[in-house]
């Protein structure tokens, strides 16, 4: 998610800083925006001039205070713990701009979870993307009681500036896509379980039959079954309710580390069509 809100950031034109707390995975980060770019190029919806300006303003950073200097808009995209993400923002404060914006990209846990005691909570707020980011145009903004309305606006003009579309979410844990999306995924799993069709299928079914743009097993590799295993747990734990509630099939899969398309292999096997193309 991280790297696709980077590349976001720099087509719109801004100078955009990526940083991970694991180095190693900086330059991995660059070469799939570099293909993601030349992938629209190729596909005539880039023009190579966007593409270069885009990859001109793009830099990675090990240092995270480095990232962080001066900058007016930082965007935590860290896995869904809430003890890490607020350390991000107690340490990113020190260093940013004067008023600049701070945005979690969290799907589950509540923000004003993540703003609390946080000395500048009112301009703290939720920017929730969708993977793939350069594809999907919604982003959740997400507001809490402690927000100011000059945070919502600035954080709406992002969004604009971004080419995405908005909506405006109020702060509860899942917000509203994660909340309906989580339950699609985890009733497709069950599925699975039960033998009632095999993933391509049902995500077909959703594909063909809602005109949804990806199949919720499909889009669970995409982001991680791991993620998806926080995501559940969390929302069962706050929210109550079954339909929350993990199914085995995913704590196994997560158990054997079949965590989707990073570790190459899921609900489908990235590797074998990674072969077979």
Not at 14 to 41: F, H, K, N, Q, Y
Not at 108 to 119: C, D, K, Q, Y
Not at 196 to 215: C, F, K, Q, T
């Amino acid at each position: 998610m991280g790297r696709g809100i980077a590349q976001a950031c720099a087509l719109a034109g801004w100078e955009t800083r990526l940083t991970d707390m694991r180095a190693e995975a900086l330059p991995s980060a660059l070469s799939a925006i570099g293909e993601t770019l030349e992938a629209g190029v190729t596909r005539k919806k880039l023009t190579p001039e966007a593409r270069d300006l885009a990859l001109s303003r793009l830099a990675a950073e090990r240092s995270f205070l480095a990232a962080c200097q001066g900058a007016d808009l930082i965007i935590e995209a860290v896995f869904e713990d809430l003890d890490i993400k607020r350390a991000v923002f107690r340490q990113a404060v020190e260093v940013a701009a004067p008023g600049a914006l701070f945005a979690t990209n969290t799907s589950s846990i509540a923000v004003s979870a993540i703003a609390r005691g946080f000395a500048h909570s009112p301009r703290l707020l939720g920017l929730h993307f969708f993977n793939p980011v350069h594809l999907m145009r919604l982003v959740e903004v997400v507001v809490h009681d402690g927000n100011d309305d000059c945070a919502r606006d600035d954080a709406l003009g992002v969004v604009a500036a971004l080419g995405k579309e908005p909506i405006v979410v109020k702060d509860s844990p899942g917000f509203a896509s994660s909340r309906l999306g989580v339950v699609l995924g985890l009733e497709a799993m069950r599925m699975v379980e039960q033998g009632v069709a095999s993933p391509a299928d049902i995500d077909r079914a959703m594909e063909l039959g809602y005109n949804h743009p990806m199949g919720p097993l499909r889009l669970t590799d995409l982001v991680g079954l791991d993620v998806r295993l926080r995501i559940a747990e969390y929302l069962h734990r706050e929210l109550g309710g079954s339909q929350y509630e993990p199914p085995a099939i995913l704590r196994r899969l997560v158990e054997e580390g079949k965590l989707g398309k990073k570790s190459g292999e899921g609900f489908y096997n990235w590797e074998l069509q990674q072969r077979e193309r």
